[in-house]
Structures are given as C-alpha cells and as structure tokens.
C-alpha cells in the first residue's frame, strides 16, 4: 500500500535500478518531446552530494514537501557522470570562494605581522650583542667569566619567551571575527613601541659613541629580555586571565523554536562573547530541524484552504479602467477579505481540539515506531558474536570485520528505523552511509542495542552529525553597539546565520553581599515539652 514498507531502497541496488530503470523511460519520453535532434542514449544526470539523506527526499528546507517515495523517484545514476553539480552548487561554490578571499588575505596578513614582530623581539638582543664585535672589536674590554654567566642567562630566557610566545600567539584560529581584538592589537603596539625605543638608545649611546664597556652592553641586552618576559606576562593577563572571572549571565533563544539556554561569561567584547556562544551552540543546543516548524504553518494554510466565499448576486460586469464595474469588484473583494477573516476567528475556538488530537496521534504514532525499532535493533544484535581467541578457527567466509557485520544486520533493521526517522522528521540527518558507520563502530566496541539507537532516539548537539550540517556555515553578528565594546547589562545582540537566529541579552550577575552570624556549638539544648495528652 505503502512505499514506506518497500525496502528495496535501502538493499540499495535491486530496488534502486528497479526505480532507476522506470525514472529513465519516462526521462527519456520527455526528452523526446521537447528536442527532436537529440538521438543520443545518454541520460545527463544531477547527482545529489554524497552525504544526501537515505531516508527520504533532500533535506527539507523551509516549507517544502517531503517526498515520501523516495524508492521511486531517486535520480538514476547513469554512466556519464557521477560527480556533476547543480547549477545552484556552482552559484554557492563560487559566492563561498568570493567571500573566503577576504577572510583568507586577513588571516595572512596578520599572521606575517605577527611572525615579522616575533623577529624583530628575538633578533634584537642578539644584535646588541654581536653588532659591538663587527663594528669595533679592537676596542671592547674582555668581560671574562661576568659575560659568560649573561651569555648563558640570555640563551635561557629567550628559550623561555620563544616558548611562550607560541604557547600564547600562535595557536590555531578558531574564528574569523569582525574586528581586530583590541588587547592583542595594544599588546603589539606596546611591543614594538618597546624594542624601538631600546633601538633608539642603542644607536645614540652605543653605536654612536662606540662604547667599549661590553659588560654594560651585555646587561643592556638583559634588560631588554627581562623587560620582554614581563610583557608576556602583561599579555596572559589581558588575553587570558581577565576573562576567567563570571561577570555575566547571558540568555541565548534561537529564533525558529524556542530553545534556550543561559551561560557565563566573563569580560568580553561583544565579538568574542558571539564566538563564545556559537561554540557552546554546536556542543549544547539540539540540531535545528526545519522540518519540525512546517507543521503549524502547514496547519494554518489548511484552515485558511478549507474556506470558500460564494457570490450569491452573480459576477459584476467588466467596465473601463476607472468604471463603477471595477469599484464594485474590489468592494466585493473587500468583502470577501472581511468575511474569511471572521470565518477564521469563528474557527480558531474549535481548532485547539484539532491541534490535540493531532499531537496525541502523532505521539501514538512515534510509540508505535519506537517499540517496533526497538525490537528490530535487539532482534539484529543477537546475530553478531564477538570471536574470541581462544575459540577454534572458522572458515575464512564466516568471519567478518565490523564494517562487513554492520552491512550483515542492517537491513534487518533499515525498514524500522526508516519508518521512525521519518516519523520524528529526523530523515535529513542520517545517511545511510553514516548509520552504517555508526553501527560499525557500536559492533567494534561491544555497545548495547540501547547505545546505538540513543543517537536516533534523542536529538543531541550539532557536532554529534555530518559536517554538512555545520561546517559551511557562516554567521553574521548584528549589534547596535560596537562589537570592540565591552558586554554591558542589558546588552542585546544577534548571531544569524540562514536558517535561524541566535537572540542574545545579557545581564549582569548582581554585587553579593554576605554576612557572619555566629552560633555557639554549646547553645543547642533542647527541653521535652510533655501534655497530658501525650503518651509516652
């Protein structure tokens, strides 16, 4: 009756050609209506990307349709390409390579002034070291043994900043942000500041006069490392520790459905509290699932389809552009506006009922794929046996590694967890080829039928499904204020991204104020309070 119970699609091969044969007649019938010069056999074919869903048609987008027979009208996959690409992919390829060029040229541009600063820092010191031996050797003063201990004090102290200069500014970025971060920029400034003013006084008081003291010298460069270490320090303390401390509580509603969730954050510019929140986002926040939402549009547009106006006076008679035959027709569209309107305010008093039964049939309905499921998965893990050493060798054909015993059970289970996945509108977010993958890897570490249907039967975290679902997306911050400014209470902004937005309002965690109040350990007794009632 259904295709849902056909399992020829996800056997992946029988039922597929059976449908891919029916889908080229009738391909190739229209194709012979609309050209008549094309003779050849050979069908173009728009392949979908190779994570599409199994489950059921493309992933539904805002309020399009679901195809239910997906075993019927899936795109045969002929022999003349299976690597092409929509039109629509192309245009998105190409906007994504437009837009990455500046992010990218930002990124290499303040990567290479970083590496030119780091440079200049560690090139310096040795450069007042060596420029008095290249310049006037003859007249330097042996500093004998003195030296020798700064020579060894600066070898470890710039051993030491190298370190923690990589430790601190040469991590992987996480994000491409808006606007430069403020303390890094002031930390870079004040470094170059810094080494150029150490220049300055070097060129005037030593190059110039030609200085012979070589121990001084050798001190002056010290300095310059010890003054060097104590900026670093400055930097974790502006990059690193001055936001470890909650100042804030931030409320995060995603926009689509609803769901909430609230975070601390300490002193931070609005842009990095947004990078912030979208990590916690992928890691805390369900997936976002379209699909869920079309369900009370669909059922307003039922509502409103399921009312007719009749015009019981006849049609009005056409007229000229400005005559009383058009007057009349749009009074009488008025008119039929006015009485949809209250037609629709008369309805919505019984439409509650509609919505409750609804749910509940649907919920009776989830149960049902659910139990049904469930028994499939357990029936199909008593099939597997984990071979163990010491038991007799078998033949070569009986013994099977876990991608190979995956592909065994699965269709066993395919038509149960079909069925479920459409029902909880949860098809776009498993391929087959990831259920497979996720079977194996349930099969290699001896995991319960229960822990390989949590991740179907619960919705989790955006990480936890194909990258497809995350990785090209691109968020855009929306703020009244300047994202360089700080969090501020009652500061509101925006992370949007093309689906959904993230709505963000801040508060600030209120002053604590807290008193002692002292109890003598001594003061505890306690007196029997008997009635003439009491029995004892």
Same mark, same amino acid.
């Given at each position: 009756?259904?295709?849902?119970?056909?399992?020829?699609?996800?056997?992946?091969?029988?039922?597929?050609?059976?449908?891919?044969?029916?889908?080229?007649?009738?391909?190739?019938?229209?194709?012979?209506?609309?050209?008549?010069?094309?003779?050849?056999?050979?069908?173009?074919?728009?392949?979908?990307?190779?994570?599409?869903?199994?489950?059921?048609?493309?992933?539904?987008?805002?309020?399009?349709?679901?195809?239910?027979?997906?075993?019927?009208?899936?795109?045969?996959?002929?022999?003349?390409?299976?690597?092409?690409?929509?039109?629509?992919?192309?245009?998105?390829?190409?906007?994504?390579?437009?837009?990455?060029?500046?992010?990218?040229?930002?990124?290499?541009?303040?990567?290479?002034?970083?590496?030119?600063?780091?440079?200049?820092?560690?090139?310096?010191?040795?450069?007042?070291?060596?420029?008095?031996?290249?310049?006037?050797?003859?007249? #330097?003063?042996?500093?004998?043994?003195?030296?020798?201990? #700064?020579?060894?004090?600066?070898?470890?102290?710039?051993?030491?900043?190298?370190?923690?200069?990589?430790?601190?500014?040469?991590?992987?970025?996480?994000?491409?942000?808006?606007?430069?971060?403020?303390?890094?920029?002031?930390?870079?400034?004040?470094?170059? #500041?810094?080494?150029?003013?150490?220049?300055?006084?070097?060129?005037?008081?030593?190059? @110039?006069?030609? @200085?012979?003291?070589?121990?001084?010298?050798?001190?002056?460069?010290?300095?310059?490392?010890?003054? #060097?270490?104590?900026?670093?320090?400055?930097?974790?303390?502006?990059?690193?520790?001055?936001?470890?401390?909650?100042?804030?509580?931030?409320?995060?509603?995603?926009?689509?459905?609803?769901?909430?969730?609230?975070?601390?954050?300490?002193?931070?510019?609005?842009?990095?509290?947004?990078?912030?929140?979208?990590?916690?986002?992928?890691?805390?926040?369900?997936?976002?699932?379209?699909?869920?939402?079309?369900?009370?549009?669909?059922?307003?547009?039922?509502?409103?389809?399921?009312?007719?106006?009749?015009?019981?006076?006849?049609?009005?008679?056409?007229?000229?552009?400005?005559?009383?035959?058009?007057?009349?027709?749009?009074?009488?569209?008025?008119?039929?506006?006015?009485?949809?309107?209250?037609?629709?305010?008369?309805?919505?008093?019984?439409?509650?009922?509609?919505?409750?039964?609804?749910?509940?049939?649907?919920?009776?309905?989830?149960?049902?794929?659910?139990?049904?499921?469930?028994?499939?998965?357990?029936?199909?893990?008593?099939?597997?046996?984990?071979?163990?050493?010491?038991?007799?060798?078998?033949?070569?054909?009986?013994?099977?590694?876990?991608?190979?015993?995956?592909?065994?059970?699965?269709?066993?289970?395919?038509?149960?967890?079909?069925?479920?996945?459409?029902?909880?509108?949860?098809?776009?977010?498993?391929?087959?080829?990831?259920?497979?993958?996720?079977?194996?890897?349930?099969?290699?570490?001896?995991?319960?039928?229960?822990?390989?249907?949590?991740?179907?039967?619960?919705?989790?975290?955006?990480?936890?499904?194909?990258?497809?679902?995350?990785?090209?997306?691109?968020?855009?911050?929306?703020?009244?204020?300047?994202?360089?400014?700080?969090?501020?209470?009652?500061?509101?902004?925006?992370?949007?991204?093309?689906?959904?937005?993230?709505?963000?309002?801040?508060?600030?965690?209120?002053?604590?104020?807290?008193?002692?109040?002292?109890?003598?350990?001594?003061?505890?007794?306690?007196?029997?309070?008997?009635?003439?009632?009491?029995?004892?």
């Amino acid at each position: 009756m259904d295709t849902e119970s056909t399992y020829s699609g996800y056997s992946h091969y029988s039922g597929r050609s059976r449908g891919s044969h029916r889908h080229g007649e009738r391909s190739r019938d229209r194709h012979k209506s609309r050209s008549k010069d094309s003779r050849s056999e050979k069908s173009v074919t728009i392949n979908t990307p190779p994570a599409e869903p199994l489950l059921g048609d493309s992933s539904v987008r805002g309020e399009q349709v679901q195809d239910d027979n997906w075993g019927e009208t899936t795109t045969a996959v002929t022999g003349t390409s299976e690597h092409s690409l929509s039109q629509e992919d192309i245009v998105r390829i190409t906007k994504d390579l437009e837009d990455s060029v500046g992010l990218d040229c930002r990124r290499y541009v303040t990567r290479t002034v970083a590496v030119i600063l780091g440079l200049l820092v560690f090139l310096t010191p040795l450069a007042f070291l060596v420029l008095p031996h290249i310049l006037w050797p003859e007249k #330097l003063q042996s500093c004998g043994t003195a030296c020798e201990g #700064l020579y060894i004090s600066v070898a470890f102290k710039l051993l030491i900043l190298l370190l923690a200069v990589w430790a601190l500014f040469f991590r992987p970025a996480r994000a491409g942000l808006p606007r430069v971060f403020v303390f890094r920029v002031l930390v870079a400034v004040l470094v170059f #500041l810094f080494v150029v003013s150490y220049w300055l006084f070097y060129s005037v008081r030593i190059l @110039d006069s030609q @200085d012979d003291n070589y121990q001084g010298i050798v001190q002056y460069a010290v300095s310059l490392v010890d003054a #060097l270490l104590f900026i670093h320090y400055l930097a974790v303390v502006l990059l690193e520790l001055r936001q470890l401390q909650p100042c804030f509580s931030v409320c995060v509603t995603r926009s689509s459905d609803g769901e909430t969730r609230h975070y601390n954050l300490g002193q931070l510019s609005i842009q990095r509290a947004a990078l912030a929140i979208i990590e916690h986002y992928y890691c805390d926040f369900p997936i976002h699932n379209p699909a869920l939402l079309s369900a009370s549009k669909s059922r307003a547009a039922k509502h409103l389809a399921g009312l007719k106006v009749y015009n019981v006076d006849g049609e009005f008679p056409a007229g000229p552009a400005e005559g009383p035959g058009n007057n009349a027709a749009a009074g009488m569209a008025q008119s039929q506006s006015r009485a949809m309107i209250a037609a629709a305010a008369r309805r919505r008093d019984t439409s509650h009922n509609e919505l409750y039964y609804e749910e509940a049939e649907h919920e009776r309905r989830v149960r049902k794929r659910r139990a049904r499921l469930v028994v499939a998965v357990e029936e199909a893990f008593t099939h597997i046996k984990r071979m163990q050493e010491e038991e007799p060798k078998k033949a070569p054909g009986d013994v099977m590694d876990p991608r190979e015993a995956a592909q065994a059970i699965f269709p066993s289970m395919a038509r149960a967890l079909q069925k479920y996945l459409r029902t909880t509108k949860q098809q776009h977010c498993h391929s087959m080829e990831s259920i497979q993958q996720h079977l194996a890897f349930c099969i290699t570490n001896n995991m319960t039928p229960k822990a390989f249907l949590e991740s179907y039967l619960t919705p989790g975290p955006t990480l936890q499904y194909g990258k497809d679902h995350w990785l090209g997306r691109r968020w855009t911050l929306i703020s009244e204020a300047s994202v360089t400014n700080g969090l501020k209470d009652g500061s509101v902004f925006l992370l949007k991204c093309v689906d959904f937005s993230l709505v963000v309002t801040a508060k600030k965690i209120p002053y604590i104020q807290m008193s002692e109040e002292y109890i003598d350990p001594k003061s505890h007794k306690f007196v029997l309070r008997l009635q003439s009632e009491t029995s004892v």
